[in-house]
């Protein structure tokens, strides 16, 4: 079962950061709570780890280490199951699997046409930036070099140079924005739009001779309609 392969994490009663159960209307099924102690008995590199996931826990997480993405416990299932990435390690509390950093763009092209979200950790400065960093601050600090949720891909986002996920349906959207005259105006008739009060049959035809494959809302838009 996969909650043996987390010694601290109750997956039978799993709650999100907020300590909330799937039965409370606010439960948020993005995050996952990390019980302190069960933080505490890690070590500095997967205390990282799971700062990051507890916030992104509907992603699979491509966590830099050196030249090296690695996946960690049910990420790494998904890595081994669709990736067809070999288990590393001979730790079964602790599920991992990884690919060299120049396959990154085609490893998330697969997992992306397969439905999953990608978030991408990046090391943000090198070993010996890191004991700089740490002897110049004088406070005692994990040796672990920083890093930082780079970026995020889904079926509706796409690489910089094109070569990962169809971008059609992102062009055919901006080319109508960049088509229309007023583009303050095309701003207002999406917030209408959101608001269940659209009135504009241009931003209604768009979505309609324009097949999205994701909308994003702000947390404080309706979900309805």
Known sequence: KLK?????????NIRDKYNRLPSDPDYDPTTLYVPPQYLKEQTAVMKQFWEFKKDN???VLFFKLGKFYELFFDDAIIGNQILELNWMGNDPKKLHVGFPEKVVQEKTNI????????????????????KERIK????????????????????????????TVDTTNFKSWFDTIIDRDDFKSLKREIRSFYNKNAKSENIILTFVNYPNLEIVLSSDSPAEG
Do not use: H
Request: glycine share 6%; net charge neutral.
């Open 4 to 12: 043996d392969y987390f010694k601290g994490l109750d997956y039978e």
């Open 57 to 59: 826990f509907d992603k």
């Open 111 to 130: 997992l992306v046409k397969e439905g999953y979200k990608v978030a991408i950790v990046e090391q943000m400065e090198t070993p010996e930036q890191m």
């Open 136 to 163: 110049s601050s004088g406070k005692k600090a994990d040796k672990c070099v920083a890093r930082e949720l780079c970026n995020v891909y889904t079926k509706g986002t796409f690489f910089k140079d094109n070569k």
